[in-house]
């Protein structure tokens, strides 16, 4: 992690830019950087940093080797690439009244449905075989609709307008209706917890997910995928179809957005902070979440001229860094001078879920989106119905007329 500031106690020179310019002294923090200001305070050199592009060092290869004028220190940080990811949004949709039950609970109950029904059919036949005469007994069909309508008036506590004269009938229905009463209970309990506590739908958190949800995601520079961008895998591939990259004002505005719906890349640092960019505005990341996994990941180490006499000693003072824990110490110190603490609270609290946690919530016309498309549809199938009805009753006495 680095930062640069221009002209503020600067601490090196940028040899990329003209001697007369006011970018010619700045001023860089970082935890790599400060082992680099404590090498040069101890050996005694001077620090500039070259913003030319110059491209004349040679290449670095991913087995760590290299060619052209750079030699390697030892690693430095694990630097890991991550993203912010759009909040997982509340679900309000038409299959809202099912959620109360599983989907094998739910098979439970309209297999018990069918058993009431079955039950039912075979008690009022039973009967109407006992205590009807011949001629006034009814069949298989009327049987069957007084076992389907009782059964669906028991499960939504409808009273039904038959009379049972038979003990067993009047048993099974008494065992139905308090069957169907423990299910609806249980059913209105559990669409109580459901729409006072918001359900939400899965956010692109993981590696995986930001592929399945192809979301697209975004940096202001080539360099946040350059490492990956040569891999062969199908996963970094189709991740890599929707990576864009924008300018720091582009960037700023999508993330300013009502709604944002786009991913950005931040780094994560070894000890538990981020790198963000100035764009990333407080405003923003209330909409966003941390993944819970990297990208990718790497470990930086400092390109230095080959043959560089001094690259022993510069591997010395890493290894000595990283036994005496300065390491942690610098980020924490870094951190805190240059980075906005209240940008790294709300990142932090959108890890383990914590975001997820809202608690109840009020109703609103949102909650009753589901129940209001099953009452459009009902009122639509009865309109349709009630016509169909109609034609069959105008049919039924045209008929009537012809044979007449």
């Known amino acids: 992690m680095w930062n640069r500031q221009v002209n503020t106690n600067s601490n090196a020179r940028d040899i990329g830019v003209s001697e007369d310019s006011d970018l010619r002294n700045v001023y860089i923090d970082g935890t790599e950087t400060r082992v680099v200001l404590n090498f040069c305070e101890k ?4 620090i500039e940093i070259d913003t030319s592009d110059a491209n004349d060092w040679g290449n670095v290869y991913p087995n760590m080797s290299g060619d052209g004028a750079l030699d390697l220190s030892m690693y430095l940080v694990r630097s890991g690439i991550t993203c912010l990811v759009p909040a997982p949004m509340r679900l309000a949709s038409w299959y809202l009244p099912l959620e109360p039950f599983q989907e094998s609970l739910w098979a439970a109950i309209l297999l018990c449905l069918c058993m009431e029904t079955i039950g039912l059919i075979l008690a009022y036949k039973s009967e109407q075989e006992l205590y009807v005469p011949p001629s006034y007994r009814d069949g298989w069909w009327k049987c069957t609709k ?17 009379k049972a004269n038979s003990l067993t009938v009047r048993a099974l229905l008494f065992v139905c209706f308090l069957n169907d009463l423990i ?15 918001p359900s939400m739908d899965e956010a692109a958190d993981t590696v995986q997910r930001l592929r ?3 979301l697209q995601w975004a940096a202001n520079s080539e360099a946040w995928v350059s490492a990956i961008r ?9 991740l890599l179809n929707n990576f864009h ?4 004002d582009r960037l700023l505005r999508l ?17 538990g902070h981020f790198a963000i960019g100035n764009y990333l505005v407080p405003q923003a990341i209330d909409q966003l979440v941390i993944m819970k996994d990297d990208l990718y990941f790497q470990y930086t180490v400092a390109f230095v001229p080959r043959l560089w006499p001094l690259l022993d000693q510069f591997n010395t003072l890493i290894y000595n860094w990283h036994s005496s824990g300065f390491d942690k110490y610098w980020e924490y110190r870094v951190v805190a001078d240059n980075l906005d603490l209240k940008i790294q609270q709300q990142v932090e609290e959108t890890m383990s879920g914590k975001k997820g946690d809202i608690g109840p919530d009020m109703l609103g016309m949102s909650n009753f989106a589901g129940f209001l498309l099953v009452w459009i549809l009902g009122s639509t ?5 009630f016509f169909f009805e109609l034609l069959y009753a105008k049919w039924l006495s045209e008929e009537h007329l012809n044979i007449t």
């Open 43 to 46: 050996f005694n050199c001077t």
């Open 146 to 162: 007084f076992g389907l309508s009782t059964t669906f008036k028991l499960l939504i506590s409808q009273s039904g307008n038959s």
């Open 183 to 197: 299910i609806t209970s249980i059913y209105g309990g559990g669409l109580a917890s459901i729409l006072t506590v």
């Open 212 to 214: 399945l949800h192809r």
């Open 230 to 238: 040569g891999s062969d895998e199908p996963l970094v591939r189709d």
């Open 245 to 248: 990259i924008y300018n720091d």
């Open 255 to 271: 993330a300013q957005e009502q709604m944002v719906r786009i991913g950005f890349t931040v780094e994560r640092l070894p000890f």
């Open 381 to 385: 199938l009865a309109t349709l119905s």
